[in-house]
């Protein structure tokens, strides 16, 4: 079975529903995974009784640097009030780390919280370097981290497919970038390693959801290249595949 992700939860192209409450009480109900961009954000908070004012880091849900408007709010609001249904419906976050990837501060918090709301099936990706994907896998496991394979001008796309396969990690996140696609000697070799794949669907670039109508087909082929597809637009694409497998 294929896993949707709702890209910046579910906002058919409505900007401003993106990475909010809103677009995650849509996408959850109709058991879509989640992506989630990550930012972490320094905030005073008032200690009960005492009243005594601390400091404290906090990953907020938030695509652009947080001095940009976007309304950005904690990951533990979305935690209090959906964490249930996580659990419940068996859905899995993806965290698009986009800052913040070598403090031991940030990682203490996001180990917190993931333990206090029993958030179990999520894993992280975005990161800049192996170290930080190494500082990440050493207090969340490999199983919970992604590697990134990209397509694009200028990109050397064997040599990170090849260092996906070499990667303990679980997951790997593949992103087709301006009109590149992924050769099938690449899907393969992904393959072949076991590696849970998820594609970055065509219309996440370009808001045409007439570029993914391949993908779907690909999706809903006896044994798919994939294991699951992030897109703007899931309720639609989940819509095309049931029209295809009934034909």
Not at 66 to 89: C, G, Q, V, Y
Not at 154 to 174: H, I, M, P, Q, R
Not at 214 to 240: R, S, W
Request: hydrophobic share 35%.
């Amino acid at each position: 079975m294929l896993n949707i992700y709702a890209h910046r939860t579910h906002w058919c192209g409505i900007k401003e529903i993106q990475n909010t409450l809103e677009g995650m009480g849509m996408a959850i109900p109709a058991n879509f995974n989640l992506e989630v961009d990550i930012r972490f954000q320094h905030i005073h908070v008032t200690q009960g009784v005492s009243g005594e004012v601390i400091d404290k880091i906090t990953p907020f849900i938030s695509h652009d640097p947080m001095t940009k408007k976007e309304n950005p709010f904690p990951l533990e609001t979305m935690f209090a009030r959906f964490s249930d249904e996580f659990i419940h419906r068996k859905l899995t976050i993806a965290f698009h780390l986009k800052e913040g990837w070598l403090s031991n501060e940030n990682i203490k918090e996001m180990k917190r919280l993931l333990r206090v709301y029993n958030v179990l099936r999520f894993f992280f990706f975005g990161f800049k370097t192996n170290s930080q994907k190494e500082r990440w896998a050493k207090e969340f496991g490999w199983e919970q981290i992604a590697d990134e394979v990209e397509t694009k001008k200028g990109k050397d796309t064997s040599k990170l497919v090849n260092e996906a396969c070499k990667s303990k990690s679980k997951y790997t996140w593949v992103a087709e970038l301006g009109g590149e696609m992924l050769q099938n000697r690449h899907w393969e070799k992904l393959r072949q390693n076991r590696k849970h794949i998820i594609l970055v669907s065509p219309d996440v670039f370009s808001n045409d959801i007439t570029k993914f109508k391949d993908v779907v087909i690909l999706a809903t082929e006896k044994i798919p290249l994939f294991d699951g597809i992030c897109t703007d637009h899931p309720t639609l694409f989940n819509q095309y595949s049931n029209g295809i497998k009934q034909t």
